[in-house]
């Protein structure tokens, strides 16, 4: 996700928790819709 890094950076700059997943690493599957990303469902070919 475009982004992702620069705002996880971001955030551990700060000693305040921002919730309960701050820090822990997720992934989404080709085949969730993401706002502004492209979904090809895991088919390289769309």
């Not at 992702?4 to 971001?10: D, G, N």
Request: glycine share 10%; with cysteine.
């Amino acid at each position: 996700v475009p982004g992702a890094m620069a705002r996880a950076q971001e955030l551990d700059k700060s000693p305040i928790i921002k919730g309960p997943l701050h820090g822990l690493p997720v992934c989404f599957k080709d085949n969730i819709d993401i706002k502004g990303m492209d979904s090809t469902l895991g088919y390289s070919k769309l």
